[in-house]
């Protein structure tokens, strides 16, 4: 089954993980597990919506010509996927502050952390390839299989 790709604004990722990992970060150094609790929040809403959790601030950015779109032929579910991901991990991370398991809260935290490192400076999202890898495994409901001559996970290269 050939997979139909949509034109994909990677800058906009790319800005929502700055910032996501930015506020994670100032969560973690100023103890603000509020921080955390409401960067999952609109990772919620952007997963539900199908649109960045910081997005807001990509559209400030490029209204104001700091940034310009990245436009990569791509699939959208693996990168909502991951997001989902992401909100699962930072839910847990605010039931275990909630509960009085600090330390708990911050490794989980810290894990969305490393993964939005690996994703902004590497290329390499994770939640994308556990999409791939149970799209390759005929998962129901996981349908889309990675853009041709895309290793499952890797960040897609900008069309010749």
């Avoid at 100032?26 to 999952?40: E, H, M, R, S």
């Amino acid at each position: 089954m050939a997979t139909q790709l949509k034109a994909i604004d990677h800058s906009a990722m790319q800005t929502s993980r700055a910032v996501r990992m930015g506020v994670l970060l100032a969560a973690f150094v100023v103890n603000a597990p509020w921080l955390a609790a409401i960067t999952g929040v609109l990772m919620l809403v952007g997963t539900a919506r199908g649109r960045g959790d910081f997005g807001f601030i990509y559209r400030a950015l490029r209204r104001a010509r700091w940034i310009s779109p990245d436009l990569i032929p791509d699939n959208p579910e693996p990168h909502r996927f991951a997001m989902g991901i992401g909100v699962v991990f930072l839910a847990g991370s605010t039931l275990a502050f909630l509960a009085g398991l600090p330390i708990l809260g911050w490794v989980l935290t810290w894990v969305i952390i490393g993964l939005t490192a690996l994703n902004l400076f590497g290329g390499f999202c994770v939640g994308c390839a556990v999409y791939y890898w149970m799209n390759r495994v005929g998962l129901r409901g996981f349908v889309k299989a990675p853009p041709p001559g895309v290793i499952p996970g890797q960040r897609p290269s900008r069309p010749d």
